[in-house]
């Protein structure tokens, strides 16, 4: 799979009345075969952007691009492809079918 990269990234949403924004305006890009690590203190933003990353949340703006797919502009169906042959995701609960 090639490079990530993240330009201008934007989750934002409504709590009490008020605009949440745990990702404003961020950037990345990472090398193919990199490591990262993400370290941060609760709500930072960690969860959202991996389920950004996952394709499971839709950011605001901006752009998400893993290899040559643009994550931001797939449909559902290319969502669910994408999900189903390029990322893994093990949640932090365990979202098992009974």
Known sequence: MGDL???DLVV????GG????????????VAAGSLVILLGPSGCGKTTLLS???????PSA???KFGDVDVTSLDAKGL???RRETVGIVFQ??????
């Open 62 to 64: 901006g752009a998400i």
């Open 93 to 98: 609960a365990f979202n098992l079918v009974p």
């Open 18 to 29: 008020y605009a949440v924004r745990p990702l404003d305006g961020f950037n990345l890009d």
């Open 80 to 82: 669910s492809k994408y």
């Open 52 to 58: 950004c990353l996952g394709g499971i949340l839709k």
């Open 5 to 7: 990269s993240i330009q």
């Open 12 to 15: 934002e949403y409504s709590s």
